[in-house]
């Protein structure tokens, strides 16, 4: 393998692995069996990893492995993707750990982003490799930095740190007695800083379905959903930040021609909110108005109405060695009529039980007290059996549970692509 990296790069790798200069932290000695690497990390390539860096073993358990390591990944105010490796050291590397990130940048292609992350895994792996002597087949040589991948400074930015997204799609199926079509298309524009964001979106969707029933009549159904919504949010310190959002709109599944809604947020997170890629518990306190025009007089004989709520969630995250933890609970009410409310449970579990077997369970539960936009004049059975408007309902829920087991050889370096994707996903 030879790794190709800027002097800058290969200096800060040495800053943050002051054990590669540590006459204690000799190598344990030449003529040693490959670094076993187990890689955690959902959004990476595994394939190209494992051909771009061959000079490891790549094993599927972490037990056996001598650095285990661990990506968490998240979006940049930029349009990029931040990837942040967190390389533990196991066994007779425990102890020894070091945490690095490669950035993307919104213009890069699919491949350009690949070999970015590519190339700062096999720098993680320098530490591991020369501290225990298994350099073999390693060979890093000094490139130079081009003009146009120097960084820019923020105020020779003729964007000023705005960022624009794009995009529009239609869909067509259909058969000789059914017919479906759906349009939609978003708008977005945000600015991040460390003190400041701002993030601005518009959305439109429409859906359309005929059928030919058999008296040779044809049904047609549609749902036209547009909104636009902003969010504002300024840093109060390492773990507070207050906010304000707001939103208008047209929803008719919801029975509502147009609805606008503003609310001020204060969250506080009990971890600074620079270790959010690895652990977060965060709650979030909403207060504010909401008007709503209904398409049809509602089940409280509204057809219009102007309405105070406010809300309370609790949520906790943590992508740790064992697995991955995400928990929610949200409560919400009206002012004006605290029994008009809902509450809402999520959580999801990852967790590697032992050696080879993994346990996936992901759940919700809702108690639905909030439906103030039913019509009055009820749903006809074709809009139930199609789905074109919600149904009245006290509570909803939903769970999956899965149990994986992998077992076999623990090494798992080659990469053989014929004929689909045989193999790929060990």
């Not at 699919?110 to 350099?135: I, K, P, Q, W």
Request: proline fraction near 4%; charge should be negative.
């Amino acid at each position: 393998m030879r790794l190709t990296v800027r002097p800058s790069v290969l200096a800060a790798v040495l800053l943050v692995s002051p054990a590669l200069l540590s006459a204690q932290d000799a190598p344990v000695g030449a003529g040693q069996p490959p670094l076993r690497v187990f890689l955690d990390c959902g959004p990476c390539d595994f394939d190209h990893l494992r051909r771009e860096v061959p000079v490891v073993d790549y094993v599927r358990d972490r037990a056996v492995a001598d650095v285990h390591v661990l990506v968490t990944t998240q979006d940049t105010g930029g349009g990029g993707e931040e990837y942040t490796f967190h390389f533990l050291g196991l066994g007779a590397l425990v102890g020894r750990t070091d945490t690095l990130q490669y950035v993307s940048q919104q213009f890069e292609t699919e491949d350009e982003e690949r070999d970015g992350y590519t190339r700062t895994f096999s720098l993680g792996l320098v530490r591991y490799m020369a501290y225990t002597g298994r350099t073999a087949g390693v060979d890093i040589e000094f490139g130079d930095v081009d003009e146009d991948q120097q960084t820019v400074n923020p105020q020779d930015d003729p964007w000023n740190l705005w960022v624009f997204e794009a995009s529009i799609g239609a869909e067509l199926s259909g058969e000789s007695r059914q017919k479906d079509q759906a349009f939609e298309g978003s708008l977005e524009a945000g600015r991040v800083t460390e003190e400041f964001k701002i993030d601005i979106q518009f959305r439109a969707d429409y859906q359309e379905e005929e059928f030919e029933l058999r008296s040779g009549a044809r049904e047609v159904s549609s749902t036209t959903e547009i909104e636009a919504d902003a969010i504002v949010v300024w840093s109060l310190g390492p773990n507070w930040s207050w906010g304000i959002s707001g939103a208008i709109g047209k929803d008719q599944s919801v029975n509502q021609a147009l609805y606008t809604e503003v609310a001020p947020a204060v969250e506080y997170s009990l971890y600074p909110y620079t270790e959010s890629t690895r652990r977060q518990i965060t709650a979030t306190y909403r207060v504010g108005m909401a008007s709503y025009y209904y398409e049809e007089r509602t089940i409280f004989n509204q057809i219009s109405e102007i309405r105070p709520s406010q809300s309370l969630e609790i949520a906790a995250d943590f992508q740790q060695p064992w697995g991955e933890l995400i928990v929610s609970v949200e409560g919400s009410h009206f002012l004006d009529s605290p029994r008009t409310h809902r509450v809402d449970l999520f959580s999801r579990l990852e967790w590697r039980l032992t050696r080879g077997v993994n346990l996936d369970i992901q759940g919700n539960v809702a108690r639905v007290k909030d439906q103030i936009y039913l019509s009055a004049a009820g749903l006809d059975d074709n809009e139930i059996l199609i789905g074109q408007r919600q149904l009245g309902t006290d509570f909803e829920y939903g769970i999956e549970v899965g149990v994986s087991f992998t077992f076999g050889s623990i090494f798992n370096n080659v990469v053989n692509p014929r004929l689909g994707d045989g193999g790929d996903d060990f």
